[in-house]
């Protein structure tokens, strides 16, 4: 890797980040009069930590990570935004991502003004490191990869992002927003060994809490001080925080979703198996399965006449024909595939 004040925007490298009252003092006190806030309407009249440091210590303890390798945000979405503005210079950087995959990488290079530069997956939905090395240039900061990837649903080869992160000078992400159904370790194991590796993960999807907005990253101590300095103060609320602990509390029920939800991916396979109009079922390492049929436009429209949503993935590039199926409750699974079944009349 580059050395990190090499890879940074000279902006951020240099940034004298704001300081708000509640980094100053730390700590508890019994009477806070310095960040003019209401004394009344407790507990909401006070700023949150802007650090979440309990919460950092509970993921810490499950996760196996440091709390000083850990930065919290509004959802992966602010850390993958964040991760640009550090690094990625308007107009003159890049990055690389695989395809298809995730697509707020690219939606938030756009906002960013970064170039966006495709690899293609092969037909297995895999990747090699010297393909992604072929597309990289001395302007190329950020490597995208997504492990299980969305929307084809499979695990990445981990001895190329080894490779990877062996060879590239700048960054390499991965996205691990679908890892508790994926059967595999984490890389969050391996952060001391690559200094350039960050991990992507999320309470959005096993853990139940989508819209409490909280995502996770994890890197060196170094990533996360940039991170961490350019964030917006207060970019986790109280209400976010509190949830996040009772979740994090809880970590069991979790473990229970996805046991249910892993057995319920194989039935609701073996019953898609069945039907006629489906083509293809490609392997899933993730809570939802990518499904090539007959006419994913006649199909999904008919599911949507019915009430029920599942995701049109034709247009995106190697999954034409295909829809994305989420797993859901058992009774879910069951309508989906009457319906299912109904078309085929
Ligand atoms: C769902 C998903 C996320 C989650 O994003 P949040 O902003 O944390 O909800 C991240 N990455 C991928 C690949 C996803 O599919």
């Known amino acids: 890797m580059k050395n990190l004040d090499q890879l940074l925007r000279n902006n951020i490298r240099d940034l004298q980040p704001y300081s708000c009252a509640r980094d100053e ?9 310095d960040a003019n806030e209401n004394p009344y309407n407790a507990p909401f009249n006070r700023y949150p930590d802007p650090l979440q440091l309990e919460v950092k210590e509970k993921i810490s ?4 990570v440091a709390s000083e390798n850990i930065f ?24 690389v991502a695989i395809e298809p995959t995730y697509g707020m990488y690219k939606v938030s290079a756009n906002i960013n003004d970064i170039e966006y530069r495709r690899v293609l997956l092969d037909e297995n939905f895999q990747f090699t490191a010297a393909s992604i090395l072929e597309a990289c240039d001395a302007n190329t900061k950020l490597v995208w990869l997504c492990s299980p990837n969305n929307p084809t649903g499979n695990n990445l080869n981990p001895d190329e992002i080894i490779s990877l992160l062996k060879t590239f000078e700048g960054i390499v992400v991965v996205d691990e927003a679908y890892i508790d159904f994926a059967g595999v370790e984490s890389f969050s194991t391996l952060l001391g060994q690559y200094p350039n590796l960050v991990v992507l993960q999320t309470l959005s999807k096993a853990w139940g809490s989508a819209a409490i907005r909280l995502g996770m990253a994890f890197a060196s101590t170094a990533i996360i001080q ?21 979740a994090l509390n809880n970590a069991e029920k979790v473990h229970a979703w996805v046991e249910i939800l892993l057995d319920e991916r194989k039935k609701l396979i073996g019953m898609l198996e069945e039907l006629a109009l489906v083509e293809h079922i490609y392997p899933t390492d993730s809570n939802f399965i990518l499904v090539k049929v007959t006419d994913a436009d006649a199909i999904y429209n008919y599911l ?3 009430s029920i949503i599942v995701r049109n993935r034709n247009s995106v ?3 034409g024909g295909c829809i994305r199926i989420t797993v859901g409750t058992p009774n879910e699974n069951t309508i989906l595939i009457e319906e299912l079944i109904k078309f085929g009349i």
């Open 25 to 33: 003092f730390k700590g508890e006190a019994s009477v806070y009069l």
């Open 317 to 319: 590039k190697l999954c």
């Open 226 to 246: 940039v991170l961490n300095k350019i964030k917006y103060p207060y970019n986790v609320n109280m209400l976010t925080q509190r949830q996040a602990l009772e």
């Open 61 to 64: 303890t499950i996760k196996n």
């Open 304 to 306: 949507v006449n019915q």
């Open 72 to 95: 919290l945000g509004n959802g992966s979405d602010e850390a993958i935004d964040l991760l640009y503005r550090a690094f990625c210079e308007p107009r003159v950087d890049n990055v």
